[in-house]
């Protein structure tokens, strides 16, 4: 696949969701670029912004198996991996799949089931597979999860633990949407008859082919090291008490390869970078006590080192 056909699908994907989810461009390319570079994606927003819709429009842009899971303080683990039934006529033990088993599950309101629930997805998301009583089993790829919750709300959730944050390539929020935008959504036909009438733009085949390409996307020996450093740098910051993994450098640099192929170009430049870290990168951090009584987020952590980092030229 050459990177005309590859700016093609990419933008095609982003046009068709935005049929559905109005006034959110950056947003939404983003989304696709953590689809397309083999992430999962966080969305941490309040509630009615539009977060199940623009799951569920990717997975019919992309034509992908969905499945969507409430979660629920008394949801457990196989809920969501499946179980192991009784069959009578055969008298033997049949594994019955849970909504794990689809390329794109919606994990809606993650915080809140409990955390021995939520170690259900570590596996998965980290390893393509699921552990059960049957054995294990490997998901079909592509295989993504959108995962949501309520940043406003406390009540009945519990915290995401570290491990689980570190596997969401991204953390995006929609946030409210321009006056324009909620006009076009309240002369919309509702969003259940649009999200019905919504149509795939490319196969499952292109997909696959898609997601092969923006993995050879050129990134240069002077750009991985760019990469090294910035996320090194998060580790020694003030104010952190645990900085960015190894698997927040390999996320940085695919989701910089999948925005460079929307641009249509066939390697990253420092923009693709940049443009990218503050998504990747300040979720996975742990700050100290000091912070909270300072002010300092985890967003204003990775600008200031944005800020004190050369960029190559």
Known sequence: MDKIELQQILNGVKNNIAKLVKGHDSVLTKTVCAFFSGGHLLLEDVPGTGKTTLAKALAKS?????????????????????ISVFNPQTRAFEFKQGPIFAN?????????????TQSAMLEAMGEGQVSTDAGQFALQKPFFVIATQNNIESKGTYTLPESQMDRFAMKLSLGYVSTEAEMEILNGRGFAEELE????????????????????????????YFIIKLIDSTRNAPNVKLGASPRAALALMKTAQATAAFDGRGFVIPDDILSNAVQVIAHRLILDSSSFVSGISKEN?????????????
Request: aromatic content about 4%.
């Open 197 to 224: 009438n919504l149509k795939p733009v490319v196969s499952f085949d292109e997909v696959l082919s898609a997601i092969r390409a923006v993995e050879k996307i050129e990134v240069s020996d002077e750009l991985k």
């Open 301 to 313: 952590v990775v600008l200031s080192i944005l800020e004190n980092t050369k960029v190559p030229l």
């Open 104 to 116: 794109i599950v919606l994990a809606d309101e993650v915080n809140r089931a409990s955390p021995r």
């Open 62 to 82: 992309l034509a992908m198996k969905f499945n969507r899971v409430q979660f629920t303080p008394d949801l457990m683990p196989a809920d969501i991996t499946g």
